[in-house]
Protein backbone atom coordinates (compact mmCIF):
# COMPACT_ATOMS: atom_id res chain seq x y z
CA UNK A 1 0.00 0.00 0.00
CA UNK A 2 5.96 0.64 0.32
CA UNK A 3 3.81 -2.48 -0.08
CA UNK A 4 0.55 -0.77 0.47
CA UNK A 5 1.43 2.30 0.09
CA UNK A 6 2.11 2.92 -3.13
CA UNK A 7 -1.46 1.33 -3.81
CA UNK A 8 -2.38 3.68 -4.27
CA UNK A 9 -1.12 5.60 -4.44
CA UNK A 10 -1.99 3.08 -4.32
CA UNK A 11 -3.48 1.06 -2.32
CA UNK A 12 -0.77 0.46 -0.96
CA UNK A 13 0.30 0.01 2.76
CA UNK A 14 3.90 0.90 2.52
CA UNK A 15 6.75 2.81 2.76
CA UNK A 16 9.61 2.33 4.74
CA UNK A 17 8.11 2.66 8.15
CA UNK A 18 10.65 4.82 9.26
CA UNK A 19 10.59 7.60 7.18
CA UNK A 20 9.09 10.61 8.61
CA UNK A 21 7.58 13.49 6.46
CA UNK A 22 5.70 16.36 6.97
CA UNK A 23 2.31 16.57 5.80
CA UNK A 24 -1.02 18.59 5.96
CA UNK A 25 -3.46 17.47 8.78
CA UNK A 26 -7.06 18.90 9.72
CA UNK A 27 -6.91 20.36 12.59
CA UNK A 28 -8.16 17.63 14.95
CA UNK A 29 -6.78 20.35 17.97
CA UNK A 30 -9.22 22.84 17.78
CA UNK A 31 -12.39 22.83 19.93
CA UNK A 32 -14.87 23.01 16.30
CA UNK A 33 -12.87 19.51 15.18
CA UNK A 34 -13.20 17.65 18.43
CA UNK A 35 -16.34 18.49 18.41
CA UNK A 36 -17.34 17.27 15.78
CA UNK A 37 -15.43 13.96 15.96
CA UNK A 38 -17.33 13.54 18.94
CA UNK A 39 -21.02 14.06 17.13
CA UNK A 40 -19.20 11.41 14.40
CA UNK A 41 -18.92 9.36 17.76
CA UNK A 42 -22.00 9.61 19.47
CA UNK A 43 -23.93 9.67 15.96
CA UNK A 44 -22.63 6.09 14.47
CA UNK A 45 -25.16 4.78 15.99
CA UNK A 46 -27.61 6.52 14.40
CA UNK A 47 -26.51 6.30 10.50
CA UNK A 48 -29.62 5.94 7.87
CA UNK A 49 -29.05 4.30 4.91
CA UNK A 50 -30.27 7.13 2.97
CA UNK A 51 -27.07 9.58 4.73
CA UNK A 52 -24.77 5.93 3.78
CA UNK A 53 -26.49 6.17 -0.29
CA UNK A 54 -25.94 9.88 -0.03
CA UNK A 55 -22.48 9.45 1.26
CA UNK A 56 -21.85 6.89 -1.40
CA UNK A 57 -23.17 9.06 -4.14
CA UNK A 58 -20.70 11.88 -3.49
CA UNK A 59 -17.56 9.60 -3.03
CA UNK A 60 -18.52 7.91 -6.91
CA UNK A 61 -18.69 11.04 -8.11
CA UNK A 62 -15.06 12.41 -6.52
CA UNK A 63 -13.49 9.34 -7.89
CA UNK A 64 -14.50 10.27 -11.41
CA UNK A 65 -13.97 13.26 -11.11
CA UNK A 66 -10.38 13.26 -9.57
CA UNK A 67 -9.34 9.74 -10.43
CA UNK A 68 -7.98 9.23 -7.06
CA UNK A 69 -9.37 5.91 -6.55
CA UNK A 70 -6.24 4.23 -5.77
CA UNK A 71 -5.10 6.65 -2.57
CA UNK A 72 -8.69 6.34 -1.16
CA UNK A 73 -7.83 2.43 -1.61
CA UNK A 74 -4.48 2.94 0.14
CA UNK A 75 -6.22 5.63 2.84
CA UNK A 76 -8.77 2.53 4.16
CA UNK A 77 -5.74 -0.24 3.88
CA UNK A 78 -3.33 2.13 6.25
CA UNK A 79 -6.22 3.19 8.50
CA UNK A 80 -7.17 -0.80 9.35
CA UNK A 81 -4.33 -2.58 8.41
CA UNK A 82 -2.50 -1.54 11.62
CA UNK A 83 -4.59 -4.26 13.21
CA UNK A 84 -3.05 -6.80 15.76
CA UNK A 85 -5.54 -9.71 16.37
CA UNK A 86 -3.54 -11.00 19.42
CA UNK A 87 -4.27 -7.92 21.38
CA UNK A 88 -7.32 -8.37 23.62
CA UNK A 89 -7.67 -5.46 25.16
CA UNK A 90 -11.24 -3.33 24.79
CA UNK A 91 -11.80 -1.50 21.51
CA UNK A 92 -9.74 0.57 20.27
CA UNK A 93 -6.45 -1.18 21.77
CA UNK A 94 -5.94 -3.66 18.62
CA UNK A 95 -6.37 -0.48 16.41
CA UNK A 96 -7.92 -1.83 12.79
CA UNK A 97 -10.55 0.70 10.91
CA UNK A 98 -11.77 3.20 13.57
CA UNK A 99 -10.58 6.57 11.52
CA UNK A 100 -7.55 7.01 13.68
CA UNK A 101 -5.22 7.73 10.60
CA UNK A 102 -7.08 11.31 10.54
CA UNK A 103 -5.35 12.16 13.86
CA UNK A 104 -1.70 13.08 14.61
CA UNK A 105 0.69 11.24 15.18
CA UNK A 106 -0.58 8.60 12.94
CA UNK A 107 -0.91 10.83 9.75
CA UNK A 108 2.27 11.85 10.20
CA UNK A 109 3.86 7.80 10.38
CA UNK A 110 6.12 7.29 7.56
CA UNK A 111 4.10 4.89 5.77
CA UNK A 112 1.08 7.16 5.59
CA UNK A 113 3.43 9.70 3.49
CA UNK A 114 1.10 11.98 1.00
CA UNK A 115 -2.52 10.48 2.76
CA UNK A 116 -3.19 13.66 4.32
CA UNK A 117 -4.70 15.07 1.04
CA UNK A 118 -7.14 12.21 0.84
CA UNK A 119 -8.18 12.95 4.10
CA UNK A 120 -9.07 16.30 3.42
CA UNK A 121 -11.00 15.71 0.00
CA UNK A 122 -13.01 13.07 2.20
CA UNK A 123 -13.71 15.74 4.74
CA UNK A 124 -15.57 17.41 2.68
CA UNK A 125 -18.04 14.54 2.17
CA UNK A 126 -18.48 14.04 5.30
CA UNK A 127 -19.47 17.90 6.49
CA UNK A 128 -22.10 17.23 3.70
CA UNK A 129 -22.81 13.47 5.77
CA UNK A 130 -21.85 13.61 9.44
CA UNK A 131 -23.53 11.19 10.72
CA UNK A 132 -20.96 9.03 8.48
CA UNK A 133 -17.85 8.01 10.66
CA UNK A 134 -14.89 8.65 9.41
CA UNK A 135 -14.21 4.74 9.55
CA UNK A 136 -17.08 4.27 6.90
CA UNK A 137 -16.87 6.68 4.95
CA UNK A 138 -12.53 5.66 4.50
CA UNK A 139 -13.67 1.99 3.84
CA UNK A 140 -16.94 2.89 1.76
CA UNK A 141 -14.20 5.25 -0.79
CA UNK A 142 -11.87 2.47 -0.80
CA UNK A 143 -14.40 -0.57 -2.28
CA UNK A 144 -16.11 1.94 -4.09
CA UNK A 145 -13.02 2.44 -5.42
CA UNK A 146 -12.16 -1.22 -6.78
CA UNK A 147 -16.24 -1.87 -7.69
CA UNK A 148 -16.23 1.42 -9.71
CA UNK A 149 -12.68 0.57 -11.74
CA UNK A 150 -13.70 -2.70 -12.95
CA UNK A 151 -13.56 -4.88 -10.23
CA UNK A 152 -16.23 -7.06 -7.80
CA UNK A 153 -18.40 -6.00 -6.15
CA UNK A 154 -17.53 -5.86 -2.04
CA UNK A 155 -20.27 -6.79 0.43
CA UNK A 156 -19.68 -4.21 2.49
CA UNK A 157 -21.59 -3.05 5.88
CA UNK A 158 -21.37 -0.19 7.32
CA UNK A 159 -22.00 1.71 11.01
CA UNK A 160 -18.01 1.59 12.30
CA UNK A 161 -17.65 3.63 15.23
CA UNK A 162 -14.92 6.40 15.10
CA UNK A 163 -11.68 6.90 17.25
CA UNK A 164 -11.99 9.90 18.93
CA UNK A 165 -8.48 11.12 19.78
CA UNK A 166 -5.16 10.61 18.55
CA UNK A 167 -4.52 8.45 22.00
CA UNK A 168 -6.23 6.35 20.06
CA UNK A 169 -3.55 5.90 17.49
CA UNK A 170 -1.79 2.86 17.15
CA UNK A 171 2.01 2.46 17.07
CA UNK A 172 4.21 3.03 14.40
CA UNK A 173 5.81 0.28 12.47
CA UNK A 174 2.97 -2.24 11.69
CA UNK A 175 2.53 -1.52 8.50
CA UNK A 176 4.53 -3.89 5.56
CA UNK A 177 7.53 -2.39 3.34
CA UNK A 178 7.99 -3.02 -0.28
CA UNK A 179 11.58 -3.22 -0.15
CA UNK A 180 14.61 -3.71 2.40
CA UNK A 181 16.48 -1.30 4.25
CA UNK A 182 19.94 -0.49 4.80
CA UNK A 183 20.37 -3.02 6.84
CA UNK A 184 18.92 -5.72 4.18
CA UNK A 185 16.26 -6.52 6.44
CA UNK A 186 12.41 -5.82 5.85
CA UNK A 187 10.18 -4.53 8.26
CA UNK A 188 11.69 -3.91 12.00
CA UNK A 189 11.58 -4.16 15.46
CA UNK A 190 8.69 -1.42 16.13
CA UNK A 191 4.59 -1.41 16.09
CA UNK A 192 2.65 -3.67 17.88
CA UNK A 193 4.61 -6.74 16.95
CA UNK A 194 8.47 -7.36 15.31
CA UNK A 195 7.66 -7.59 11.64
CA UNK A 196 11.37 -7.96 10.96
CA UNK A 197 12.63 -10.41 8.34
CA UNK A 198 15.58 -10.97 5.63
CA UNK A 199 12.70 -11.98 3.22
CA UNK A 200 10.12 -10.62 1.81
CA UNK A 201 7.65 -13.21 1.98
CA UNK A 202 8.01 -13.78 5.44
CA UNK A 203 8.32 -10.26 6.46
CA UNK A 204 5.09 -10.06 4.83
CA UNK A 205 3.63 -13.24 6.42
CA UNK A 206 4.50 -11.60 9.76
CA UNK A 207 2.41 -8.55 9.01
CA UNK A 208 -0.42 -10.32 7.36
CA UNK A 209 -0.39 -13.44 9.79
CA UNK A 210 -0.65 -10.59 12.57
CA UNK A 211 -3.89 -9.30 11.34
CA UNK A 212 -4.98 -12.53 10.81
CA UNK A 213 -4.44 -13.21 7.30
CA UNK A 214 -3.47 -16.18 5.26
CA UNK A 215 -1.36 -17.26 2.38
CA UNK A 216 -4.43 -16.42 -0.30
CA UNK A 217 -5.69 -13.44 1.07
CA UNK A 218 -1.99 -12.06 1.40
CA UNK A 219 -1.75 -12.88 -2.67
CA UNK A 220 -5.18 -11.66 -3.58
CA UNK A 221 -4.51 -8.19 -1.53
CA UNK A 222 -1.15 -8.01 -3.08
CA UNK A 223 -3.52 -7.98 -6.48
CA UNK A 224 -4.93 -4.78 -5.95
CA UNK A 225 -1.24 -3.30 -6.97
CA UNK A 226 -2.97 -3.64 -10.45
CA UNK A 227 -4.56 -0.03 -9.46
CA UNK A 228 -1.94 3.08 -8.58
CA UNK A 229 1.49 4.61 -9.00
CA UNK A 230 4.47 4.04 -6.55
CA UNK A 231 6.34 7.23 -5.48
CA UNK A 232 9.65 8.68 -4.47
CA UNK A 233 7.85 11.01 -2.28
CA UNK A 234 5.77 8.61 -0.43
CA UNK A 235 6.99 5.29 -0.16
CA UNK A 236 10.45 6.17 -1.18
CA UNK A 237 9.86 3.76 -4.23
CA UNK A 238 9.85 3.63 -7.85
CA UNK A 239 10.82 5.72 -10.69
CA UNK A 240 9.74 10.02 -10.69
CA UNK A 241 8.03 9.06 -13.96
CA UNK A 242 7.66 6.77 -16.70
CA UNK A 243 6.25 6.57 -20.42
CA UNK A 244 2.78 5.31 -18.54
CA UNK A 245 3.04 8.05 -15.63
CA UNK A 246 4.29 11.03 -17.51
CA UNK A 247 1.15 12.29 -19.49
CA UNK A 248 1.87 10.96 -22.84
CA UNK A 249 0.02 7.75 -22.64
CA UNK A 250 -3.86 8.17 -22.11
CA UNK A 251 -5.21 6.74 -18.98
CA UNK A 252 -8.51 5.59 -19.14
CA UNK A 253 -11.62 4.48 -17.02
CA UNK A 254 -12.75 1.11 -17.12
CA UNK A 255 -15.95 2.22 -19.01
CA UNK A 256 -13.00 3.81 -21.75
CA UNK A 257 -13.78 7.04 -21.29
CA UNK A 258 -10.49 9.48 -20.66
CA UNK A 259 -9.57 9.73 -16.54
CA UNK A 260 -7.77 12.94 -15.71
CA UNK A 261 -4.33 12.36 -13.33
CA UNK A 262 -1.23 14.19 -12.34
CA UNK A 263 1.91 12.91 -14.02
CA UNK A 264 4.56 11.59 -11.97
CA UNK A 265 5.52 7.97 -9.95
CA UNK A 266 5.92 4.16 -11.45
CA UNK A 267 3.10 1.71 -11.89
CA UNK A 268 2.84 -1.69 -11.60
CA UNK A 269 0.50 -1.97 -14.53
CA UNK A 270 -0.09 0.18 -17.64
CA UNK A 271 -3.57 0.93 -17.41
CA UNK A 272 -3.04 1.79 -13.56
CA UNK A 273 -6.85 2.97 -13.39
CA UNK A 274 -8.78 0.00 -14.09
CA UNK A 275 -8.79 -3.16 -11.52
CA UNK A 276 -8.43 -6.91 -13.06
CA UNK A 277 -5.78 -9.51 -13.05
CA UNK A 278 -2.93 -7.63 -15.30
CA UNK A 279 -0.48 -7.40 -12.08
CA UNK A 280 -0.56 -11.61 -11.66
CA UNK A 281 0.62 -11.38 -15.48
CA UNK A 282 3.06 -8.86 -15.46
CA UNK A 283 4.71 -9.82 -12.06
CA UNK A 284 4.82 -13.52 -13.81
CA UNK A 285 6.50 -12.20 -17.31
CA UNK A 286 10.00 -11.90 -17.36
CA UNK A 287 9.55 -9.91 -20.60
CA UNK A 288 7.23 -7.41 -19.09
CA UNK A 289 8.34 -3.48 -20.08
CA UNK A 290 11.25 -2.74 -17.68
CA UNK A 291 8.81 0.41 -16.97
CA UNK A 292 6.40 -1.14 -15.39
CA UNK A 293 7.00 -1.38 -11.08
CA UNK A 294 8.26 -4.68 -9.34
CA UNK A 295 8.92 -5.03 -5.78
CA UNK A 296 10.62 -7.61 -4.40
CA UNK A 297 7.51 -8.21 -2.31
CA UNK A 298 5.45 -8.39 -5.80
CA UNK A 299 7.63 -10.76 -6.95
CA UNK A 300 7.50 -12.90 -3.91
CA UNK A 301 4.34 -14.07 -4.51
CA UNK A 302 5.57 -16.52 -6.99
CA UNK A 303 8.98 -17.29 -6.07
CA UNK A 304 7.57 -18.64 -2.83
CA UNK A 305 6.06 -22.19 -3.04
CA UNK A 306 3.20 -21.35 -0.70
CA UNK A 307 1.80 -18.07 -2.01
CA UNK A 308 2.81 -19.17 -5.98
CA UNK A 309 -0.32 -21.55 -6.39
CA UNK A 310 -2.38 -18.81 -5.74
CA UNK A 311 -0.90 -16.26 -7.72
CA UNK A 312 -1.17 -19.06 -10.45
CA UNK A 313 -4.72 -19.62 -10.24
CA UNK A 314 -5.12 -15.53 -10.30
CA UNK A 315 -2.79 -15.13 -13.01
CA UNK A 316 -5.17 -17.47 -15.02
CA UNK A 317 -8.33 -17.13 -13.86
CA UNK A 318 -9.62 -13.40 -12.80
CA UNK A 319 -12.99 -14.96 -11.70
CA UNK A 320 -11.38 -16.63 -8.64
CA UNK A 321 -9.04 -13.32 -8.08
CA UNK A 322 -11.98 -11.28 -7.73
CA UNK A 323 -14.43 -13.98 -5.47
CA UNK A 324 -10.61 -14.04 -3.37
CA UNK A 325 -9.96 -10.59 -3.32
CA UNK A 326 -13.39 -9.37 -2.41
CA UNK A 327 -13.46 -11.32 0.27
CA UNK A 328 -9.96 -10.64 1.81
CA UNK A 329 -11.27 -6.90 1.08
CA UNK A 330 -14.09 -7.23 3.21
CA UNK A 331 -12.05 -8.78 6.18
CA UNK A 332 -9.88 -6.15 6.13
CA UNK A 333 -12.29 -3.66 5.92
CA UNK A 334 -13.61 -4.86 9.27
CA UNK A 335 -10.42 -5.51 10.98
CA UNK A 336 -10.95 -3.98 14.65
CA UNK A 337 -14.15 -2.39 13.78
CA UNK A 338 -16.69 -2.06 16.70
CA UNK A 339 -19.92 -1.40 14.41
CA UNK A 340 -23.37 0.27 15.76
CA UNK A 341 -25.50 -1.79 15.44
CA UNK A 342 -23.30 -4.69 16.27
CA UNK A 343 -24.60 -6.71 13.03
CA UNK A 344 -23.91 -3.63 11.02
CA UNK A 345 -25.88 -1.58 7.84
CA UNK A 346 -25.82 -3.11 4.41
CA UNK A 347 -26.90 -0.64 1.43
CA UNK A 348 -28.62 -4.02 -0.56
Known amino acids: MKFFGAILISLSFGSRHNRQVDAFVPISSSLKQTARNLASFTMAATVTKEDLLGAQEAVDKLLREKACGPICVRLAWHDSGVHDCNIKDPWPAAGGADGSIRFEPEIKHGANAGLASCVALLEEIHEQFPSVSYADLYQMASARAIETAGGPKIGMRYGRVDATSGEDCPKEGNLPDGAPGENGM??????????????????????????????????????????????????????????????????????????????????????????????????????????????????????????????????DDQDAFFESYAKAHKKLSELGAKFEPAEGITLD
Open 186 to 315: YGGPGGTAPTEDPTPQGHLRKVFYRMGMNDEEIVALSGAHTLGRAYKDRSGLGKEKTKFTDGSMEQKFVDGSKAPYKPGGQSWTDQFLIFDNSYFKIMSDPNADEELLKLKTDLSVFDDEKFRPFAEKFR
